[in-house]
């Protein structure tokens, strides 16, 4: 019922009555007041008139989905809203272990023991970021996992586009940056035999409203709200994202890499330019000429033409 009272009052953007919505949803205006009040609670504001009722002036600040739904262009049926929990991508992927289906969507307010690539753990304050992980159940071949990866990133910078009105770019593998410094980290992972993916879990963490970085990453990492200037509204964003992410992994599963990978290059901010490659034991040099369609990197060293599937790229 709180799901029906949040749309009525969110789509008539204006006052509604006490009487009007019991009328509309056939409850009590008892219970009207009751979802009203935990609304608020949860850092909602509504506006209460006598004689004009109520009005939705904002959402509360969390990433629960009957909030999301409001904003969401598709109904997403998976969205699954944690507290608090080690993180995000050992949750799906214990989901996925247990039967979870493919686009099931977590989202966590605060992750414990977040993850970051090269066993690097990844870190957010309750209401800074962004923190969420997409189970896939493709079924296609092994080979095809990594530039799952290039969809995510594209879905998003879109969402940021759309919300932010901000151009961010990607710096492969996963990164999303801004102006050079990361926005947001991607965590891929997968499960899988010789022949078949069994799932892949695409862990996203986006920097949103921090107000500042520790001395340590203050060089390398940003936030939207450092870069707009203003708070951003994350049950929105998370919306976008959520929307653009799913239509991108869609995209890339039932039309193969040609349908995303155009656009992924023109997104990127390392073609063309020279680089530096940290990949496990080696650190090499060399123009980035741009990316094969499995998702690795083709970048042009002293020594000829050389492939990376993984590895931390710095623009030199
Ligand atoms: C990186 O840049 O190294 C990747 C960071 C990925 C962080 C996200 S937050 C949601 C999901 N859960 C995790 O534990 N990690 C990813």
């Known amino acids: 019922m709180k799901k029906e009272i949040l749309e009525l009052l969110f789509h008539a953007g204006d006052f509604m009555s006490g009487e009007q919505i019991s009328d509309a949803l056939g409850v009590s205006r008892a219970a009207v007041w009751k ?15 006598t004689n004009k009722g109520y009005r939705l002036t904002a959402l509360p600040d969390v990433l629960k989905k009957e909030y999301i ?36 969507v977590y989202i966590a307010e605060l992750q414990t023991k977040g993850k970051g690539r ?18 896939l159940r493709p079924g296609f071949e092994p080979a095809k996992a990594p530039a799952i ?3 995510a990133a594209l879905g998003v910078i879109s969402a940021i586009r759309q919300v932010c009105g901000l151009e961010a770019k990607i710096k492969w593998p996963n990164d999303v940056v801004f102006g050079g410094k990361k926005l947001c980290g991607i965590l891929t ?11 892949i879990v695409c862990g996203m963490g986006l920097n949103v409203n921090q107000e500042r970085f ?3 990453i203050a060089d390398k990492a940003v936030s939207l709200r450092m870069i707009t200037g203003r708070r951003i509204d994350r049950v929105r964003l998370c919306a976008a994202m959520i929307d653009s992410v799913t ?27 020279e680089i530096r490659i940290v ?9 980035c000429e741009g990316f094969s369609k499995q998702g690795a990197l083709i970048v042009r060293t002293a020594e000829g033409i050389r492939e990376f599937l993984a590895g931390e790229v710095s623009v030199r």
């Open 35 to 49: 979802h009203i009040k935990a609304i608020k609670e949860e850092g909602g504001s509504i506006e209460a008139q």
């Open 69 to 104: 739904d409001l904003w969401t262009k598709e109904d997403h049926e998976r969205i699954h809203y944690l507290q608090e929990i080690d993180s995000t991508n050992e949750y799906a992927k214990k989901m996925a272990r247990d039967g979870a289906p493919d686009e099931s």
């Open 118 to 135: 090269l066993n690097r753990g990844w870190t957010a304050g309750i209401g800074e970021a962004i923190q969420m992980s997409v189970l």
């Open 149 to 151: 990866t290039f969809a």
């Open 189 to 199: 992972e997968m499960s899988s035999d010789m022949d078949q993916v069994e799932y």
């Open 214 to 216: 520790p001395p340590e």
């Open 247 to 273: 239509s991108y992994f869609r995209k890339y599963i039932l039309h193969g890499i040609d349908s995303i990978f155009d656009e992924y290059c023109s997104n990127s901010v390392i073609i063309g330019k």
């Open 279 to 287: 990949g496990g034991a080696e650190t090499m040099t060399g123009l």
